[in-house]
């Protein structure tokens, strides 16, 4: 249940950044024998983040580590703002809000770990998935009910698209109404 304050933050909202590994995924990485990488990501999460793309909600994707895999993934959902092997998320977060023409308040940050923490501590709106560590989830205004990778994202889409108004309306537009 999100409080008035976490809904009035999200109203504010203009910029999401999100972590990569425990929050758009579930933080399993599948290492192939000629050392290959490989992630999941959820349908459901990328869906989520093209109904903000048509809210206007400028995504992002600020992550420490650094994989082709990102890379495509964020091409696929049209972010075009990636981040990889990123040390200090905070200043990251300033980075992209200034370059925006943004206050931090317009900005929601999504981790699920201790490496997150500065960052969440200074956006607008902190969020986390449910299987987010416990220092993550008592800094968070939101936590979703759903684990990374598994609709914690698309969640907070949803919620965001409410606090705004708006879920509705792209309901709408998508039942063809």
């Known amino acids: 249940?999100?409080?008035?304050?976490?809904v009035r933050r999200a109203a504010r909202i203009r910029l999401l950044a999100l972590d990569v590994d425990g929050t758009l995924t579930d933080g399993t990485l599948f290492i192939g024998?000629?050392?290959?990488?490989?992630?999941?990501?959820s349908v459901r999460d990328g869906f989520g983040l093209t109904l903000l793309k048509?809210?206007?909600i400028t995504r992002a994707i600020v992550t420490g580590r650094s994989s082709a895999i990102v890379e495509r993934r964020a091409a696929e959902l049209g972010i075009g703002i990636v981040l990889q092997g990123v040390r200090d998320k905070a200043q990251a977060l300033t980075?992209?809000?200034?370059?925006?023409?943004l206050t931090l308040a317009e900005v929601a940050y999504?981790?699920?770990d201790w490496p997150d923490l500065p960052a969440l501590r200074i956006a607008g709106l902190a969020a986390a998935p449910a299987d987010a560590t416990a220092p993550v989830r008592a800094c968070a205004h939101w936590v979703s009910g759903c684990r990374a990778?598994?609709?914690?994202?698309?969640e907070l889409a949803e919620w965001l698209l409410a606090a705004r108004g708006e879920l509705d309306a792209h309901l709408a537009r998508h039942q063809g109404d």
């Open 110 to 112: 999504m981790g699920d």
């Open 149 to 154: 990778g598994h609709g914690a994202v698309r």
């Open 33 to 41: 024998a000629l050392g290959e990488t490989m992630k999941g990501f």
């Open 1 to 6: 249940m999100a409080t008035d304050d976490a």
């Open 54 to 56: 048509e809210a206007g």
């Open 95 to 101: 980075s992209l809000a200034r370059d925006a023409g």
